[in-house]
């Protein structure tokens, strides 16, 4: 039996409450622990139980509660404060970082995600691409950076873990409430909810909108669970990173496609869009079709534009995680879009592949985003050069260093992630600057100016208050499990609140090496058992639902917890969410990750762990390449950066440093107890680390980063490019087009410089060519010398390259060009000479993948 009409019951809120609507809807409240601390004290036993989402919070209060609250003076002068606090915040409109002037009015940037971790309040991430976006958008709400955000609306979200008796991963998918959630649904001026809609082979699919406000900042969700669409439609938003590869190709349809008819029906105009990853890679096809139908532009035109205004960022160094769809599975959804955008079909499909002439090459969302992004970007520094190295067949002519993919280190948003308890002493020593201004170095340098003392018991507390939790929650698993009595007991007296604790956690991926610690078990339990100097571990993390691997490595960890050796120095915590996670940043000792290099994009795990004084003990991969100092006045390595093709052996070895570093360096420098019983050594790391670290791996530092290099350019040349009905736009494309077929026939000869083979240091070296244009003219080329170290095989090492200058005409009509350059170091020094296209507007001459060599003489 169904019911004729469905109302949304909310509970009757006193007059004087209503302002608590305002805190609950504004995810603000994610990073200003005031206002959760106001919903908690309420009764906390309610807040615990609502995971800290205020909505539902507010919902499930009893009207008498509700009752008592508005006679409560001191409580509503709180509401009100805390309502002021969010209207200054939201008042401010004054961009803090340099952007180009006039553009912070409207959202100029349009973001786009598969997942956000805003809030366990919001279960619409599964890790650390998600925790990034939403750290992203709460640095652009600081900053006041016009950006707004894309995203789904997951009924099931990603997975809940819970464990067999085994240990075995299971997973739960519960049903979430988006009316018991900090998110509106989008309406129109007539009240009515709005819809986007999407065709999918000939039928049309439609996605409910709703809103979320993060702090100054609008995320819109698309939801497809809803009556008018039919059952499969309807799974599309269900899950995250859930059904076969069609239901990936639908998500990555609506987001993409979808995305932008969304900032359309609200009446957004975003001049540059960035793709968080491939998934949205289909926004850029879609921008396409609506300049060449709305503006009467051709496809090359029209591409040119959308590419000279759209950010990639790329967060996966392994191949397999770059979604790949077949041909044939293509076909039916694309074909016809294909005939809109004026390409034949093996033209539209060749966007997508590596190699373009392969016709048996899946379509590659990662090489789609390649080609139509014109500022492309991997999250680390190592990771920006992995990734020149994993996409380099779509530049098949340039060596790997010139591929056009740089790099964007990510960062952490700092009030996100520092304890209560250490951000009041934050607040005392080095001002409230540290949360506004996180990316200046002279705020952080006052972090030397707290006592160790303070610094340190403020940190034991935080110990403390993460092994109760995890006492509470080995609890509640063993409860759900049926443990008996004994069991439950033993669960109250896990780990020490004094003891070196070590923290591990992140998605159970093989390549991160969970399990590196169990290599020696023998030499693990006896470090576990050195009663004067005790040892403990905690793990969290979760395996991708279809990975048996992944699940084994749970299994190892929860079964080697459980021996005699272990149960009360080792747990495994089940479901690891936003929630376990901050308690484990803000309470271990120290931070271990242990992937095989150079698999790890990024892992801002540890710099969450690092904004709360918690020391590194990382593999050289991701930020910690870029991080650690050799001293190890930061944190500890596991090795120097070595990279194995024997991966068995890589394990070996590096789990016999990991042991090593253990028990050589970190064990006795955190007992190492002076006057006070205060470890001197190791709170002088943890100061050291918070006050060289924090300010660069800052998520703000990353926003305005993105700002520098990527967001303020594109929009700038969107704007020269939509100038005069598209003038600039057409001339580019038209360009373009030329420099394409003229390009084959241009040529470089009698390439001279000085011919003795032995030159000193900083001795220049004049290098001419004559280079035959074949009507190009000369201000649309750069010629460059390229020339650095070489090895025993004639190979560059490194190189510099410098641009030649146009002289004199051959009688037979050649161009000479000259330019020099100048050995810095003794050895082996080459040079060559090359062609790269040019144009004021070009934001990467590499971009085009024309390139000309000179021939070896």
């Given at each position: 039996m169904q019911p004729l009409q469905v109302y949304s019951v909310v509970p009757k809120l006193p007059p004087k409450l209503k302002g608590l609507w305002e805190l609950a809807y504004n995810c603000w409240f994610a990073w200003n622990t005031e206002i959760s601390e106001l919903f908690a004290q309420v009764d906390q036993k309610l807040w615990r139980e609502c995971e800290g989402n205020p909505v539902g919070f507010l919902n499930r209060l009893p009207q008498r509660t509700l009752e008592a609250l508005a006679a409560d003076q001191f409580f509503l002068d709180r509401v009100g404060e805390l309502q002021r606090s969010l209207s200054a915040y939201l008042a401010k409109k004054t961009i803090s970082i340099p952007f180009p002037e006039g553009e912070n009015?409207?959202?100029?940037?349009?973001?786009?995600?598969?997942?956000?971790?805003?809030?366990?309040?919001?279960?619409?991430?599964?890790?650390?691409?998600?925790?990034?976006?939403?750290?992203?958008?709460?640095?652009?709400?600081?900053?006041?950076?016009?950006?707004?955000?894309?995203?789904?609306?997951?009924?099931?979200?990603?997975?809940?873990?819970?464990?067999?008796?085994?240990?075995?991963?299971?997973?739960?998918?519960?049903?979430?409430?988006?009316?018991?959630?900090?998110?509106?649904?989008?309406?129109?001026?007539?009240?009515?909810?709005?819809?986007?809609s999407v065709d999918l082979k000939g039928e049309r699919v439609q996605a409910q909108i709703w809103k979320v406000a993060v702090g100054r900042v609008s995320l819109y969700l698309m939801d497809t669970n809803i009556a008018e669409n039919p059952p499969h439609f309807k799974q599309i938003t269900t899950r995250l990173y859930g059904g076969n590869l069609e239901m990936r190709l639908w998500q990555e349809i609506l987001l993409g496609i979808g995305g932008i008819k969304l900032l359309d029906i609200l009446g957004f105009k975003p001049k540059v869009i960035h793709m968080n990853e491939g998934h949205s890679a289909f926004a850029g096809l879609e921008r396409i079709r609506r300049f060449m139908e709305g503006s009467g532009l051709t496809f090359e035109a029209a591409a040119e534009l959308v590419a000279s205004s759209s950010i990639f960022t790329t967060h996966t160094p392994v191949p397999a995680g770059n979604d790949r769809f077949p041909p044939d599975l293509m076909q039916p959804y694309f074909e016809d879009y294909a005939r809109k955008l004026g390409l034949a079909w093996k033209v539209f499909l060749a966007l997508g592949r590596e190699d373009p002439r392969n016709d048996a090459e899946p379509f590659c969302m990662t090489v789609l985003a390649l080609r139509l992004s014109r500022i492309s970007n991997g999250v680390s520094i190592l990771h920006g050069f992995v990734s020149r190295n994993m996409w380099k067949r779509v530049w098949p002519q340039y060596p790997v260093e010139d591929v056009p993919i740089g790099a964007v280190t990510n960062g952490v948003h700092a009030p996100t992630w520092v304890a209560p308890d250490l951000a009041q002493l934050f607040d005392r020593y080095m001002g409230s600057n540290w949360r506004e201004d996180p990316d200046c170095t002279r705020v952080f340098d006052q972090v030397e100016a707290i006592s160790d003392a303070e610094l340190w018991r403020t940190h034991e507390r935080l110990r403390e208050r993460l092994i109760d939790f995890v006492r509470r929650k080995l609890h509640d698993q063993l409860l759900a499990r049926g443990a008996k009595r004994k069991e439950l007991q033993m669960a109250e007296e896990v780990l020490d609140p004094q003891a070196l604790t070590i923290g591990f956690g992140r998605r159970f991926a093989t390549y991160k090496r969970a399990t590196l610690l169990l290599s020696d078990q023998e030499r693990l339990i006896k470090i576990l058992s050195e009663s004067p100097k005790p040892v403990q571990f905690i793990f969290a993390g979760k395996a991708h639902p279809h990975d048996n691997e992944g699940k084994k490595y749970i299994q190892q960890l929860v079964q080697m917890c459980g021996t005699p050796e272990c149960r009360y120095s080792m747990v495994f915590l089940e479901d690891y969410d936003m929630e376990v996670a901050s308690y484990m940043y803000q309470g271990c000792d120290v931070w271990l990750n242990n992937p095989r290099r150079p698999l790890e994009a990024c892992g801002t795990s540890g710099m969450k762990a690092m904004m709360n004084g918690v020391l590194n003990f990382s593999t050289l991969d991701g930020w910690w390449a870029e991080a650690w100092r050799s001293d190890n006045s930061l944190g500890w390595a596991i090795g120097q950066g070595e990279e194995y093709e024997d991966q068995q052996y890589q394990d070996f070895v590096e789990s016999q440093m990991l042991y090593n570093v253990l028990e050589n360096e970190i064990i006795p420098t955190f007992y190492d107890r002076g006057h006070g019983n205060l470890p001197r050594g190791w709170i002088k790391k943890m100061k050291e680390s918070i006050r060289v670290l924090g300010p660069w791996f800052s998520s703000h530092?990353?926003?305005?980063?993105?700002?520098?290099?990527?967001?303020?350019?594109?929009?700038?040349?969107?704007?020269r490019l939509v100038k005069d009905d598209f003038a600039a736009a057409k001339d580019l494309a038209q360009w373009r087009m030329e420099m394409m077929t003229k390009w084959s026939s241009l040529m470089i000869r009698d390439v001279r410089a000085a011919q003795p083979q032995q030159i000193y240091v900083g001795e220049p070296i004049l290098v001419s060519a004559e280079i035959s244009l074949n009507g190009i003219r000369p201000q649309d080329v750069r010629v460059e010398v390229y020339s650095g170290p070489v090895d025993f095989e004639g190979k560059f090492v490194q190189r510099e390259t410098t641009i030649m200058q146009p002289g004199e005409r051959t009688d037979d009509g050649w161009q000479r060009f000259t330019g020099e350059v100048m050995p810095i170091e003794a050895g082996r020094f080459g040079y060559t000479v090359r062609i790269l296209p040019h144009h004021p507007l070009l934001l990467d001459s590499h971009s085009l993948g024309l390139i000309k060599w000179a021939d070896p003489q």
């Open positions: 009015k409207e959202p100029a940037i349009a973001y786009f995600s598969f997942e956000y971790g805003l809030s366990k309040a919001l279960p619409i991430y599964s890790g650390g691409l998600g925790i990034l976006a939403g750290d992203h958008l709460k640095s652009a709400s600081d900053l006041c950076v016009p950006l707004v955000a894309v995203g789904f609306a997951y009924q099931q979200g990603y997975f809940r873990q819970y464990l067999s008796p085994d240990g075995w991963q299971q997973e739960r998918y519960p049903i979430y409430d988006f009316e018991q959630m900090p998110m509106t649904p989008a309406t129109g001026e007539d009240g009515k909810r709005l819809l986007v530092r990353m926003v305005e980063d993105y700002a520098k290099v990527a967001y303020g350019p594109a929009i700038e040349n969107y704007n």
